[in-house]
């Protein structure tokens, strides 16, 4: 059973630093592009980035260019989420999902605030 | 960039009704739609891909059609365990990916 785990969500101030993880378990990740996805309170669900298998090659939405980073470590079947600069807006839950979207995580809340 | 409508924003509707649900695309998207259905709290869920393809495991009470600009999603017979928001996603050859608002869909 595919499970996706994602952790390093919390309470952050206007242009600080967090790193969200994710868990993979239940299939190789090696094998699988992947994404995150993030949802604002209230809101519908909205994608931030894409890396393919081998971490080569990353798109990201034009929200978060150049302050996001998507990265994996597929020896430890992680994936990565590193988010500088935050701003208010980018309160959300944050979701790990498979390539074809099938599979998701629980999600993370990253609230920033001051 | 391309654009996603939906319509209705909201509905409601009696169990065993027949739901329909309408996704616009502000230009040609073959059929490189995908719909999810997301219940309060939880992870959004894939139930059609491809504009048509019922994912493994979704009831048949479910459908898509369409390609192009216009695409439709259908709840043939709704049941009370259908109640939440459904939203149509677009995917390009650019590997990006658009949400559109959702439709939140209510018991009677």
């Known amino acids: 059973e595919v499970q996706l785990v994602e952790s390093g969500g919390g309470l952050v101030q206007p242009g600080g630093s967090l790193r969200l993880s994710c868990a993979a378990s239940?299939?190789?990740?090696?094998?699988?592009?992947m994404h995150w996805a993030r949802q604002a309170p209230g809101k519908g669900p909205v994608w931030v980035s894409r890396?393919?298998?081998?971490?080569?090659?990353?798109r990201y939405a034009d929200s978060v260019k150049g302050r996001f980073t998507i990265f994996r470590d597929n020896a430890k079947n992680t994936l990565y989420l590193q988010m500088n600069s935050l701003r208010v807006e980018d309160t959300a839950v944050y979701y790990c999902?498979?390539?074809?979207?099938?599979?998701w995580g629980q999600g993370t809340l990253v609230t920033v605030s001051s | 960039d391309i654009q996603m409508t939906q319509s209705p924003s909201s509905l409601s509707a009696s169990v065993g009704d027949r739901v329909t649900i309408t996704c616009q695309a502000s230009?040609?998207?073959?059929?490189?739609l995908n719909w999810f259905q997301q219940k309060p709290g939880k992870a959004p869920k894939l139930l059609i891909y491809?504009?048509?393809n019922l994912e493994t495991g979704v009831p048949s009470r479910f459908s898509g059609s369409g390609s192009g600009t216009d695409f439709t999603f259908t709840i043939s017979s709704l049941q009370p365990e259908d109640i939440a928001t459904y939203y149509c996603?677009?995917?390009?050859?650019?590997?990006?990916?658009?949400f559109g608002p959702g439709t939140k869909v209510d018991v009677k």
């Open positions: 890396i393919n298998s081998d971490g080569s090659s990353a």
């Open positions: 491809d504009a048509s």
């Open positions: 230009q040609d998207i073959d059929n490189y």
């Open positions: 239940g299939f190789t990740l090696s094998s699988y592009w």
């Open positions: 999902v498979t390539w074809q979207w099938k599979d």
């Open positions: 996603q677009h995917y390009d050859n650019l590997r990006l990916f658009t």
